[in-house]
């Protein structure tokens, strides 16, 4: 690597030493990429190992010289609240915050023609799940708001050719809305990672979606005649609808997860039948709410074969009878993988029988189930646990099934199931066996009542504290006068041409 710069390195300091080639790659090692951090499941990453660039960068001229001629190392573009810059408009008297695009611009430029991984988490930690839109005495408003996301958007969009992951995280759904008018149509060629999430499962619960005079469903389809393939490999939606149509072109999806949504924007079984028959030959995770759709006329639509499935899980908030699992429209030889859950709101009275979705696997081998606040009668219960080698049970409102010996079982973890003191412990560990591994999960002091039980790993969880969250520092820095990106000694250096030195 030859860049024309010409300057002493710092004396006795070995990794100085080392080729620039070499430094480079080391550099390139520590983006936080989903690929370099084997996420293929979720296109999440650590906003602090986002930083990692500049971090190196303001180690010393030599490296920072290294890193600025490391395009891979300046893929990662993340904007949470942090990053929003507040100033004072004397005409108002008021303060205003201002999402200061300096930070994208610059990493877009040095990353080249890299292709780019986004995360924009617009989360408020100090969010009440009030939203003015829905509540007209609500005064919250989100600091990560529409002119925000507007903002970062329109940054990005002349790179969405160069796009390889984009995750947008909202509280509310207004700077949601903003990033959907402004993406679609989506045509990102490169695009593999999709994460939409509208983090407030409460308004999912709703008959209707709200706020209703922004509904505005994320549009798959930039151009129907494209004879181009889609890269998407992984997406998920919580909260956030989508024209269902376009997702039923041939896709070569791995993971899909389609959940937290209100009734009048799900996907009917007719649309959940056609995405699932475009990704059928490649899924291999898939995260649906068995929701009932009184429009499906039994036998109508033939079972969907996916031969990849390993893991499926499964969400309800009612007694269904015609849902996506009962209706038998899943055949999955190579499902390993179950997690069955209650979504029921916290406030409804009664608890939905699971026992018509459990049912349907009972005569599946599976390796490991997951239920979480499952009703069920016992015999179902039990049906489905027979031969399966991890069992994991939380917020159950029995576990009567393991008080029977019989059960092939590796690993059993209980967390926060009712009737679980010490004496069902014991039964329970007699029922299964020494073999077995227990973990108890409680939480607070609750865990007094276990101790000293024999061959049961015990954890405890400290109970909820609405303590102050820890504010995460700005990267002002980076842009004041010396930082990384505006230090004058070093750019004039940098602009004059001399004889390059390794």
């Known amino acids: 690597m030859s860049t024309g710069i010409s300057y002493k390195l710092r004396p006795g300091i070995p990794v100085d030493s080392l080729p620039v080639e070499l430094l480079s790659y080391i550099f ?20 602090d190992l986002a930083r990692t660039p500049t971090r190196l960068s303001s180690v010393c001229r030599h490296w920072r010289r290294i890193a600025w001629e490391t395009p891979t190392l300046w893929t990662t573009l993340s904007a949470t609240i942090g990053s929003l810059h507040e100033f004072f408009v004397p005409q108002t008297g008021k303060r205003r915050t201002l999402f200061d695009t300096s930070h994208f611009s610059a990493y877009l430029k040095l990353s080249r023609n890299r292709p780019i991984d986004i995360l924009i988490d617009a989360r408020d930690p100090q969010y009440d799940f009030g939203e003015p839109d829905l509540d007209p005495y609500c005064s919250y408003t989100p600091p990560f708001a529409e002119p925000h996301m ?15 992951t984009l995750s947008i995280m909202t509280d509310t759904w207004r700077p949601m809305h903003m990033a959907i008018q402004l993406l679609n149509p989506l045509d990102a060629p490169l695009l593999e990672h999709l994460t939409l999430m509208r983090c407030n499962d409460y308004i999912s619960h709703a008959p209707n979606f709200e706020p209703a005079r922004y509904t505005r469903p994320l549009n798959f389809h930039a151009n129907p005649n494209s004879q181009r393939q889609s890269s998407l490999r992984h997406l998920t939606l919580r909260g956030v609808p989508a024209a269902w149509p376009t997702l039923s072109a041939p896709l070569h999806l791995q993971t899909l997860d389609i959940s937290s949504l209100a009734a009048s924007v799900r996907p009917s079984l007719r649309e959940m039948h056609a995405m699932l028959s475009a990704c059928a030959p ?13 429009s499906y006329i039994p036998g109508s639509l033939p079972p969907i074969s996916l031969p990849a499935l390993t893991h499926l899980t499964i969400g309800f908030r009612s007694d269904v009878c015609s849902g996506l699992v009962q209706a038998g429209l899943v055949d999955a030889p190579c499902l390993q993988n179950l997690t069955v859950e209650c979504e029921t709101h916290p406030g409804d009275v009664g608890v939905p029988d699971a026992s018509g979705i459990l049912a349907c696997f009972g005569d599946v081998d599976l390796e490991s189930v997951t239920l979480k606040a499952v009703y069920a009668s016992r015999t179902v219960l039990r049906e489905v646990c027979e031969g399966v080698k991890h069992l994991e049970m939380e917020r159950m409102p029995n576990v009567d099934c393991l008080l029977e010996p019989g059960l092939s079982l590796e690993t059993l973890t209980l967390c926060e199931c009712e009737g679980v003191d010490r004496v069902t412990m014991q039964k ?12 108890l999960h409680v939480v607070g002091d609750g865990g007094e009542v276990f101790e000293g039980l024999e061959d049961v790993v015990v954890y405890r969880t400290a109970e909820y504290s609405d303590e102050e969250e820890v504010e995460l520092p700005s990267e002002d820095e980076a842009y004041c006068l010396g930082g990384t990106f505006n230090d004058p000694v070093f750019d004039a250096m940098y602009m004059q041409p001399s004889v390059a030195t390794r």
């Open 428 to 439: 329970i560990r007699q029922a299964v066996g020494r073999s077995v591994l227990i973990s």
């Open 282 to 294: 490649t899924l291999c995770r898939l995260r649906v709410l068995n929701d009932a759709d009184v």
């Open 28 to 47: 390139a090692l520590t983006a936080p990429s989903p690929h370099t951090h084997g996420m293929t499941t979720d296109a999440l990453f650590d906003v």
């Open 150 to 164: 507007y903002a970062a958007i329109r940054t990005l969009l002349p790179h969405m050719s160069r796009w390889r």
